[in-house]
């Protein structure tokens, strides 16, 4: 059986047990291991494992993930995410279908504390639903709007799979997060518009907005300068060069925490559940980590990353048209797996393609761009049947919604999607601008 072949049906294995529910580390550690065994022999496997696992996770980058998990838990137990939607109320109540726009700033503001598309879906379902219901707003309509809201928390920074995707492409994880701004701004501002669209051509989908009492909304708006405070202290020193990401994170879960013990929001039993829950989920990712170096190794030995862009670069096809290919594959591997799965599995295989074509940008620019592309991307999939991540949450959370209604609430905002990644693709300076702009003359 020639390597190429080996490689294919690899692949095919892997994305079977994937379909079948098998854990996606556990997947990507069996396709690596065996593949490897059969096309190189075990002596090449166990040379491989005597220090991969401490070359994988030793890298100095990785040491941000457990910090801002850590900093998203906390902040989910400190009542921040209930003072965000308060304020967003406060603000944009009054408009019709206010409520959920409100309920999408505050999904933006709380996935800059937790970095997470599912902690921000989860926590802000508890916070927005019940509102949401009270205003009589439609089942499809709420339940959509807040798995929509929830994919902003893998953009806005910080973000846990924007700091993996630096890992893998070996770029600056400072850079990808002020590239990530804009597109975050801008994916905010435009679920905003599709609400606003929504309530005015689908009757009974959204109340007309109503005045708060003054007091409410200044109260409303004093309750966000905490949340405000602490963005601007960690993300803001990252971008001001006082410190990096790392520390940046430390400062922020000591913020989060001295704010939820001094209000007394918090206490010790809440700590530890939050430094268990950050153990549980930095060991997911560092065994998925594992499994994806296993199955690259694997995979480089088979020729299928070198053989698959030699295929895309020789075809003929323009740049832009192997681009759009590109995202559709990530659009259907986000219909099998979640989203930090889907980026530690499939940008390995694509990433060369990208970086052999010419788009007319430095190396690194492409990395950012290409990046940022990608991230929307896989915010697409967490709202896509038949997995929807967000949509299984948000359904968990609100079972008298059936699924179905919950996936006809996100179309509006899957569409609203595609016309970002367009303009994405097509303007690669809504990515570029903040970077160029924060290097300054040095860059």
């Given at each position: ?30 396709v ?44 989910a ?12 109320n ?37 916070v ?8 009589k ?7 959509g ?22 890992v ?25 518009l ?21 007091k ?94 030699e ?5 003929g ?32 295989f ?17 990395k ?20 929807g991540?967000n ?41 570029l ?11």
């Open positions: 059986m020639g390597n190429i072949t080996l490689g294919i049906l690899g692949l095919g294995v892997l994305l079977f047990l994937i379909v079948v529910r098998v854990p996606i580390a556990y997947t990507m550690i069996l690596g291991i065996g593949g490897t065994i059969v096309e190189s022999g075990p002596r090449v496997l166990l040379n491989q494992l005597k220090d991969l696992a401490y070359a994988q996770f030793s890298n100095y980058d990785l040491t941000v993930l457990p910090m801002f998990i850590l900093m998203g838990g906390l902040a137990r400190s009542g921040l995410s209930q003072d965000l939607f308060r304020g967003a406060a603000l944009l109540g009054r408009f019709r279908g206010g409520v959920a726009m409100a309920a999408v700033a505050a999904c933006a503001g709380f996935g800059a504390l937790s970095g997470s598309s599912t902690a921000t879906a989860s926590t802000m379902a508890r927005a639903l019940p509102e949401l219901r009270r205003y707003y439609a089942p499809s309509l709420a339940t709007t807040i798995a929509a809201g929830g994919t902003l928390g893998i953009l806005i920074p910080p973000s846990v799979v924007l700091i993996v995707y630096a893998i492409v070996e770029t600056n994880i400072v850079t990808l997060f002020a590239a990530a701004l804009i597109p975050g701004i801008l994916a905010t501002l435009m679920f905003m599709t609400i606003g669209i929504y309530v005015r051509f689908v009757p009974g989908s959204g109340p007309e907005g109503s005045h708060l009492p003054r409410e909304v200044i109260a409303g708006l004093v309750g966000v300068l905490p949340v405000a405070a602490i963005f601007l202290i960690v993300i803001g020193g990252i971008y001001a060069g006082l410190y990096n990401p790392t520390p940046a994170a430390a400062v922020g879960v000591f913020l989060v925490a001295a704010f939820g013990f001094v209000t007394g929001r918090m206490n010790w039993r809440d700590f530890i559940e939050s430094l268990y829950e950050t153990a549980r989920t930095s060991g997911m990712i560092f065994l998925i980590l594992l499994g994806a170096e296993l199955l690259k190794i694997f995979m480089a030995r088979a020729g299928v990353p070198q053989a698959a862009a295929y895309l670069q020789t075809s096809l323009p740049p832009y048209a192997i681009m759009v290919l590109v995202i559709f594959a990530f659009l259907v591997f986000g219909c099998l797996m979640d989203s930090l799965s889907m980026v530690i599995l499939a940008v390995p694509f990433w060369p393609v990208i970086s052999g074509l010419d788009f007319g940008m430095s190396p690194d620019d492409l950012i761009w290409f990046g940022i592309i990608i991230l929307v991307v896989v915010e697409l999939g967490l709202i896509t049947p038949p997995v991540l949509v299984f949450i948000i359904n968990s959370l609100a079972p008298d919604v059936p699924m179905k209604q919950t996936f006809k609430g996100v179309v509006p905002f899957f569409l609203s999607e595609i016309v970002r990644v367009t303009l994405l693709v097509l303007f690669p300076a809504l990515s601008t903040l970077p160029y702009l924060l290097a300054g003359p040095a860059r």
